[in-house]
């Protein structure tokens, strides 16, 4: 009878804090968060005639989504791990030999700074994979070149869990296929926050 009294009296002093937080004294944008993504990306190679020289694979659209969790270090600050996957519609060719960039995936660190009364300004930062695929005379080969990813953007909230975003970023994805690749993107999103 006594490990029943001293269990509902622990259940009762827990419960308290999640009842303080229900009540608005937490941090909204804290918790668990899925979106999907629309992203314009831009494929870049460097320093390929020259130093410092940049060209465009081409500028498309990508697709996919992200996944976060979020937790409140304070009343307007958050920090947690995110990842996300897009498939990408960029494409580069000449005559039957091709080039395109099939995916790109990513994850790390999010944080975020609460402004005014449901808005955030965030930034990411992370590990990030592209994947290229090249066609020459019929054959078809692919490789994937992993670098750093950095982001900034503003989400917006839409009542209590729903929200959209507004992002660019950029990574550095290293060697592929011997030479050096970057990606750009500028892109939004809408999600749902649990």
Known sequence: MKYLFLAAVLSCGLAQPAFAQEEGNGN????????????LETPTVSSIAEENDVYKLGTAMAYGGEVGFDIAVSDTVVVGPYGNYEVSTVENCSGADCVSATDNYAFGLHAGVNVGESGMIYAKVGYASLGLEATVVGVTVSERGDGVEGAIGYEQGFGRNFYGRIELGYADNGDIFGINFQRRHAGISAGVRF
């Open 28 to 39: 909204d944008k804290a918790g668990f968060r899925l979106e999907a993504r629309a992203t």
